[in-house]
């Protein structure tokens, strides 16, 4: 992601002549961050470079080579080890971290972990799959479901560092030499989920009516604009229609 707007301390300290640490959302492209990454393991030649799709952004090249562990990983953080400038803000109804990423093969599994530098003790790390081959693609970690033998969770730990995993748990030698990009860590914000409320009225009893309608706080109380049918004419009058999660006053009418 391409950015090209300073913040004032980022302006500020671009001036003065030192860099910034970098925090969330990391996009790899802001003047005036200190950004780093720090490759393990058989992934050392972790560099930051320009995208090969796209030469005006910036990226993480990382190569995992033919002797890799499969734990061989990339730490986005500065040489001195601080990670992020401040703490991932996860919350109990908000765990769930995006990365942008590119692949040679798709089906491998992208493990992202989470510690707070200088205890990596405290931790918690996921998995996502990639789903193409060759094209970059944004994959989503939610830290609610840690990987198998993993630590869970824990909201009152305070996660400054990330690190990325690459085809993990397989090693170079059964994979062979690969290379892979990486961009846009970021906190997910993702859409509300929809459900599918299907409301039903017994009209069995009444008469002199056409149609029913189902009216509410969703609908700002229209008159007919949810009208309900009864496709087997068995006096049951329904509609389904969708809802983000919520509280909803709702009452039925007929004809408007």
């Known amino acids: 992601m391409r950015k090209i707007l300073l913040s004032a301390l980022g302006l500020l300290c671009f001036m003065l002549g ?54 061989a990983g990339t730490t986005v953080t500065n040489a001195d080890g601080d990670g992020l400038a401040t703490p991932i803000p996860f919350t109990a109804s ?94 997910a914000i993702l859409p509300p989920a929809i459900y599918n409320v299907t409301f039903q009225v017994d009209m069995q009893n009444v008469t002199g009516f056409t149609t029913p309608e189902v009216n509410g706080t969703f609908n700002s109380w229209c008159g007919n604009c949810n009208s309900m049918t009864d496709a087997n004419s068995d006096g049951i009058w329904e509609v389904t229609l969708p809802f983000e999660e919520g509280n909803y006053e709702y009452k039925y009418s007929y004809d408007a």
């Open 94 to 187: 908000s765990a769930k971290m995006s990365l942008r990423v590119w692949s040679p093969d798709a089906g491998i599994p992208v493990r992202l972990k989470v510690e707070v530098h200088g205890v990596p003790s405290q931790s918690v790390e996921t998995d996502a799959f990639t789903t193409v081959a060759g094209q970059w693609e944004t994959l989503v970690f939610n830290f609610e479901n840690e990987g198998s033998g993993t630590a869970a969770l824990n909201l009152a730990y305070t996660y400054d560092k990330a690190s990325v995993f690459f085809n993990y748990g397989t090693n170079g030698a059964t994979a062979g030499e690969k290379t892979y990009y990486f961009d846009d860590l970021e906190l």
């Open 18 to 71: 030192f860099a910034q640490q970098m925090d969330l959302p990391v996009s790899f492209d802001v003047a005036g961050v200190d950004y780093g990454v720090i490759g393990f393991e058989g992934a050392e030649a972790s560099t930051i470079e320009a995208d090969p799709t796209d030469a005006t952004n910036t990226v993480v090249k990382v190569i995992k080579s033919a002797t890799a562990q499969p734990w």
